[in-house]
C-alpha cells in the first residue's frame, strides 16, 4: 500500500480553487481546516469505475463471482491510500471476501496510479439482482476524509441448468419416432402382404379359369390331378410350407392333403381329396358335368371367385 501524502496535494487544490496562502498563513491549524473548502474527487482527478471489462455476466444461484471496482489517480508526484467503508451485501447478494492490488501505468504521457478492489459475492438469490454502490475514504492531514463512491451495478443471476426435463424430452421424442418408424414398417409390411396375396389370388383364379374352360376337353384323371397340384399350392401358401427347392412346384410336392384333412387342418375338403385320390389310384372317366361342380367346390374351398 502507498503511503498517504494526500495532504500537501489537496492544500494546493484549495489554494487552486480560490483559497489564499495569506489567509491560510494567518489562521491556526485547526481552523485553516475548518475554513478550507474540501476539494472533490474530479477536482483531483480521482476516478472511480466499477464492475468487469465488458459488462456483468450471466450468473447463475449458487455461483459466486468476482467484481473489481477500480480507484485511479494522475500520480503527480503524489501517493494516496483508499480504504474501503463498505460491503457489498444486498438483497440475494452476500460478500464473501475482498483483495486489492496496485498498479500504475502511462496514458498520454501522463502516470497513472491506480487501486482495485476485487469482491467475491456469492449469489444466493434468483432474478434481476443490484450490487450496491461502494464507498471509500481517503485519509488527508486536513481532518476530513474525502469521500468517493462507486456507481450501482445490476447483475442477472438465473436458475441452474436442469438437464432432466431436456432428457425426458429427448426420451419421449426418440420413443415418438420409434413408434412412427414402427408403425411406418408394419404397415409397409401389410401393405407388402396384401400386395403379395392379391397377387397369389389372382394368379390362383387364373389357373382356376384356364382349369375351367378344359372341364369338357382334357382327360379326367389329368384334370383332377392339375386341380389337386393348385390345391397344394393354394395350401402350401396358406400355411407356410415351404419345399426342398424353390418355387410354388417344390412348396406344394411337400404337401400332403390327406394327413392334412386327417390331422383337421382342412376342414370341409373331405370329399375333394377323395376325388383326387380316386383319380390316382383309380382313374375312370368323368362327365364334365361332375368336373364343373369339383372344380366349383375347389374354388369355394380356396375362397376363390370367378371376377376379381
Request: glycine share 8%.
Amino acid at each position: 500500500m502507498e503511503n498517504d501524502s494526500l495532504n500537501m496535494d489537496a492544500a494546493q487544490d484549495s489554494a487552486a480553487i480560490g483559497v489564499q496562502d495569506s489567509a491560510a498563513n494567518a489562521v491556526p491549524d485547526s481552523a485553516q481546516a475548518s475554513q478550507i473548502s474540501m476539494p472533490t474527487p474530479e477536482q483531483l482527478g480521482i476516478s472511480v469505475k466499477a464492475g468487469p471489462e465488458g459488462g456483468m455476466p450471466t450468473v447463475t444461484v449458487g455461483d459466486t463471482f468476482d467484481f473489481p471496482i477500480t480507484v485511479s489517480w494522475s500520480v503527480q508526484g503524489s501517493a494516496l491510500l483508499v480504504v474501503p467503508t463498505g460491503s457489498a451485501n444486498a438483497k440475494g447478494l452476500t460478500q464473501v471476501a475482498m483483495s486489492q492490488e496496485s498498479a500504475r501505468s502511462v496514458k498520454d504521457g501522463k502516470e497513472i496510479a491506480s487501486i482495485t478492489f476485487t469482491y467475491k459475492i456469492a449469489a444466493q438469490d434468483t432474478g434481476n439482482l443490484h450490487i450496491p454502490a461502494m464507498r471509500f475514504e481517503i485519509p488527508t492531514q486536513m481532518g476530513q476524509p474525502l469521500d468517493l463512491r462507486s456507481e450501482s451495478v445490476d447483475v442477472r443471476v438465473n436458475e441452474p441448468f436442469n438437464p432432466l426435463p431436456l432428457v425426458v424430452g429427448l426420451v419421449v421424442a426418440v420413443c415418438v419416432l420409434l413408434a412412427g418408424l414402427w408403425r411406418a414398417r408394419r404397415r409397409a409390411a401389410a401393405r407388402a402382404a396384401a400386395a403379395s396375396k392379391n397377387a397369389a389370388e389372382n394368379a390362383l383364379r387364373e389357373r382356376m379359369m384356364v382349369l375351367k374352360q378344359r372341364v369338357n376337353s382334357a382327360d379326367s384323371r389329368e384334370w383332377l390331378l392339375e386341380l389337386e397340384s393348385i390345391c397344394k399350392e393354394y395350401v402350401a401358401e396358406k400355411f407356410g410350407i415351404a419345399g426342398e427347392g424353390a418355387g410354388d412346384a417344390s412348396a406344394a410336392s411337400a404337401v400332403n392333403l390327406d394327413a392334412m384333412v386327417k390331422d383337421g387342418k382342412l376342414e370341409g375338403w373331405e370329399s375333394l381329396v377323395e376325388e383326387f385320390a380316386h383319380a390316382r389310384y383309380g382313374g375312370g372317366k368323368r362327365d364334365g358335368f361332375e368336373n364343373r361342380e369339383t372344380w366349383k367346390g375347389a374354388m369355394k374351398l380356396m375362397g376363390v371367385s370367378e371376377e376379381e
